[in-house]
């Protein structure tokens, strides 16, 4: 019985095999992600995994299809497990937004999921981070998003020597599109040509860019030049003011695929591009009245960031810790005499908040302190023979026991974990 | 454009509508599960939402797809959104239990997925906490996964008041139809009719029971006696010798559904049963070798605990904290000159661990200290027009109000929490 071609098992370390998933990364990556959001004031939301297939082809057409985990289920509603969270975002706030004060600044970790028939061996789920703003034009919300991406990325240990925020804007784009007498109607043709550019030949580009009117010298031109527009120097120069200028830089590469962005785009990169992007994301601020039906018109921007690519990053670079057990105390039981008394110490212990493991079957005394030593467990402890209020603890790292009261054990347990806080 | 129905949307608090979901409650559960469950040694692991439909089927028979969300997949394959986790976790334990040291307690926290057609209105996705353990037969064991799930609902700020765990065997029932003469096949219509006996008429079951050799008042005496076996008496002092003995009871109107239990059986309910089953679980030894097709023979154990039924009680019972922003320090930015040095300083507060909010755009002073105010935050501080290094630091709670060079506003700061800090 195997699990379904493109689907993740995350296994607790060490890993069974070189090539399975870590749940322990995965926990990791995870709390860095929650923990750095809510540093900057993103509250948390979720949605549904599956959603009507509508609200996907409403926006993206019905060409997106071929790319969904789309089925018809026992109602006969025509479903697709979620490809992206945007839509279902944008369907949460057009709702409800007049109960939050703008700007509101949310995140979320959903899992999402793609089919598509021709890549064998891709993966058909992954998670990413989602962190999006609904209701702020100015160019400083853009940066304050960018820069909780910069701290995101810093959080699991990247630097600016490991990767950049390549930021570029659809606003510059038209403008270059309008300057040259391109029409509304071909704007999109054209931002799609920008966007395969680094990956096509030059042939192709020019003859596409030709057709639309445009000549490829003069593409390569703009962005070799790669002059910022003032909204994107007001983003720089507010990333500047918080030390994060040399984490991103003008490309006008870049310009994201999706149809919904509407200002700044970005995406960021490895800085020796040996992976996918690691993030993306923009400005999309007709996103809502689409998917409102014209009832809410709110400015929004967001990015989302994966887990795949971020993982293989950090696992080249070298940046994951090293993942234990998570044990901290091992209570040793010396004979069954004293399993009574010894389950009542191990509930004191994990009352006060530590991590206890023990052996629940009878088990020579040697067995047991070598199954804490494997655990890592820092402490080891039990219950007196003659005196069960008494408990030997022995502070692993520094071999040094002492015989104590119950209550004093737990006080040294937690002058130890104090000391040791890493909070500020 | 809705979401479909049976699906929820979780918003952060205050929510939109009375009867919206909290994601801030969902967050705060999850939390405690996972911190405790870590606290007894559990490891995280995870599964794909989507399985093969075989997985199911080949357990509990071609009937439970009426309930399963299932479908056929774009690559022709039956499948199904996970509606429990065991069979998953089943297929992971069996392919790579050699790696891990036994027992292996692991814990998860799924969302799961069910189909019903004739039920409107009801939910078609939750989210349940799964503890189990696998490679250890001793009672000592099913003592300790017990006292976990005692402890992840006094994490929440239940008590013995509050709800009790039934616990009850199927050894225990295997016996009573043993020694009345049933025979081994017709044990599991026998265990279904137990399973409904509480909710059933009495007719029903005598009538159900008659057929299968059985008298409604001999089934009845037995329960009524509630005499525990030589294991649940070991469950039953175990727990007590951990202070734990006032939250079980034997209760063998208890049997569980699920055709894969094997021993010992559990059903956590509150006091006043107003409630659905709170948590459920039991030994069910046979299940790796079913789902490993005999290559793989593992004891196992494990309980799962669903959000939903959770949740009301803690609703009714008041036990759920008042959630706010999570903004520690609100940023005040006096007027545009200083918004640079504001910025610098908002990374400063951010990159020490602190959750910082300001306004993106320009605002006059009072209108951001009353969204300072709005957003709970504990701290609001700003820039010194004269001097960038110094800041005003303004405690909310006391009023009182500081000018400090940066680093010792940081060190105030630290200082707070560290005397704040209720870990242990």
Chains 1, 2 share one sequence.
Request: proline content about 5%; aromatic content about 10%.
């Amino acid at each position: 019985m195997e699990r379904l071609p493109g689907f993740r098992d995350f296994y607790p370390e060490p890993l069974p095999t070189k090539d399975a998933w870590s749940a322990d990364a995965r926990i990791h990556l995870f709390d860095r992600w929650r923990t750095t959001a809510r540093r900057y004031g993103f509250r948390e939301y979720d949605g549904p995994p599956l959603e009507p297939l509508e609200l996907y082809t409403a926006k993206s057409g019905e060409e997106i299809v071929g790319q969904l985990y789309n089925f018809t289920d026992k109602g006969d509603r025509s479903v697709a497990m979620r490809p992206e969270m945007t839509p279902t975002l944008a369907r949460m706030v057009a709702a409800h937004q007049r109960n939050y004060p703008k700007p509101i600044k949310w995140f979320s970790i959903p899992q999402l999921f793609r089919y598509e028939r021709q890549q064998k061996g891709r993966l058909r789920e992954h998670f990413q981070l989602n962190a999006d703003v609904f209701g702020e034009t100015d160019p400083g919300i853009d940066a304050e998003l960018i820069a909780l991406l910069i701290d995101v990325l810093r959080s699991v240990g990247l630097t600016s020597d490991d990767f950049v925020v390549r930021l570029s804007s659809r606003n510059a784009w038209q403008e270059f599109h309008a300057a040259r007498g391109g029409k509304p109607e071909t704007a999109y043709a054209f931002f799609q040509v920008i966007d395969k550019i680094e990956r096509e030949s030059e042939d192709e580009s020019a003859k596409k860019l030709s057709a639309l009117g445009f000549a490829l010298d003069d593409v390569r031109a703009f962005i070799q030049a790669a002059e910022p527009t003032n909204e994107l120097a007001s983003i720089l120069s507010n990333l500047t003011s918080r030390g994060l200028g040399d984490y991103v830089k003008i490309d006008y590469n870049v310009i994201r695929g999706l149809a919904y962005y509407t200002g700044p785009v970005f995406e960021a990169f490895d800085r020796k591009y040996n992976f996918r992007a690691i993030a993306g994301g923009g400005r999309y601020d007709n996103l809502v009245k689409l998917i409102s039906g014209g009832k809410t018109d709110l400015p929004a921007l967001g990015f989302g960031m994966g887990d795949v690519v971020l993982m293989e990053l950090l696992r080249e670079c070298g940046r994951l810790p090293a993942f234990t057990s998570g044990v901290e105390v091992y209570c040793l039981i010396e004979d069954e005499s004293l399993r009574g008394a010894s389950l009542g110490w191990i509930q004191q212990l994990r009352h006060a908040g530590w991590a206890v493991e023990y052996s629940a079957v009878a088990s020579k005394p040697d067995k047991q302190f070598k199954r804490a030593m494997d655990l890592k467990a820092a402490w080891v402890t039990q219950i007196h023979r003659e005196d069960a209020n008494l408990v030997r603890l022995r502070e692993v790292s520094t071999k040094l026991e002492q015989n104590l009261p119950r209550a004093e054990a737990l006080s040294r347990l937690k002058a130890s974990r104090t000391h040791d806080s890493s909070t500020p």
